[in-house]
T-cell receptor, first 112, second 108 residues
Framework: DAGVTQSPTHLIKTRGQQVTLRCSPK?????VSWYQQALGQGPQFIFQ???????QRGNFPDRFSGHQFPNYSSELNVNALLLGDSALYLC???????????FGSGTRLTVV | GQQLNQSPQSMFIQEGEDVSMNCTSS?????WLWYKQDPGEGPVLLIA?????ELTSNGRLTAQFGITRKDSFLNISASIPSDVGIYFC????????FGAGTRLTVKP
C-alpha cells in the first residue's frame, strides 16, 4: 500500500518564478494538509483541504494557493517565488479527524 | 497563534539511558501527537493522544496528554542507536501545529 506520494522530490527555481508541487494521499485518506519546513525548524502549517475546499489556513501569504481534486490528490502553488521560500514542502493526509496524519517524504524546493 | 514550546532543543545520551522531552503551549489542544523525523524523510507518527490525562505506550515509548490539555511529554526507555533523529510534538485543534523539535543523539 503506497503511502503519501509527492512529486517532484527536488526542484530548483529562480526568484520570481511560479512552482506547482503535487501530492497523492494515502489510499483511503480524504484530507490533505501542506507544511513548509525550513532547515532546522519544525513544519509550519500552510493549509488543509477537504472535499476540494480549503478548510484551514496558516499564516502564509496569498502567493501560496492550493487545490484538491475529486480523487483527493492535491497541488500546492507558489507564485512570485522568494529566496525565503526555499524549504522542504511536506504533504500529509488522513482519513478522519483526530487521527494522526501520514506524511510524504517532501519536495525540496531551492529558490536561487 | 498556537505556539508550541518544545524542550530540550537537543540531547546527547549514552545508549541504554532513558530520555524525556516535553511540549507546552498557551493554547488548548484536542489531540497531542509525537512524530520522529529522519534525514531526508517526512515525520513518522509515533504516538497519538486523544484525551486529557491519557497515558499511552508504544514499545519503549510512553507519552502523556497533560490534564490541562496544554502540554504533553514523551519518554523513551533504554535508548538504542536507531533512536537517533528529531522528535516533534504536535497539537491539533482545527489544524495541526508542530514544536521546533528535539534532536536526539545516542552514543553507543
Amino acid at each position: 500500500d503506497a503511502g503519501v506520494t509527492q512529486s517532484p522530490t527536488h526542484l530548483i527555481k529562480t526568484r520570481g518564478q511560479q512552482v506547482t508541487l503535487r501530492c497523492s494521499p494515502k489510499s483511503g485518506h480524504d484530507t490533505v494538509s501542506w507544511y513548509q519546513q525550513a532547515l532546522g525548524q519544525g513544519p509550519q502549517f500552510i493549509f488543509q483541504y477537504y472535499e476540494e475546499e480549503e478548510r484551514q489556513r496558516g499564516n502564509f501569504p496569498d502567493r501560496f494557493s492550493g487545490h484538491q481534486f475529486p480523487n483527493y490528490s492535491s497541488e500546492l502553488n507558489v507564485n512570485a517565488l522568494l529566496l525565503g521560500d526555499s524549504a522542504l514542502y511536506l504533504c500529509a493526509s488522513r482519513m478522519v479527524e483526530n487521527y494522526g496524519y501520514t506524511f510524504g517524504s517532501g519536495t525540496r524546493l531551492t529558490v536561487v | 497563534g498556537q505556539q508550541l514550546n518544545q524542550s530540550p532543543q537537543s540531547m546527547f545520551i549514552q545508549e541504554g539511558e532513558d530520555v524525556s522531552m516535553n511540549c507546552t503551549s498557551s493554547s488548548i489542544f484536542n489531540t497531542w501527537l509525537w512524530y520522529k523525523q529522519d534525514p531526508g524523510e517526512g515525520p513518522v507518527l509515533l504516538i497519538a493522544l486523544y484525551k486529557a490525562g491519557e497515558l499511552t505506550s508504544n514499545g519503549r515509548l510512553t507519552a502523556q496528554f497533560g490534564i490541562t490539555r496544554k502540554d504533553s511529554f514523551l519518554n523513551i526507555s533504554a535508548s538504542i542507536p536507531s533512536d537517533v533523529g528529531i522528535y516533534f510534538c504536535a497539537g491539533e485543534r482545527n489544524d495541526m501545529r508542530f514544536g521546533a523539535g528535539t534532536r536526539l543523539t545516542v552514543k553507543p
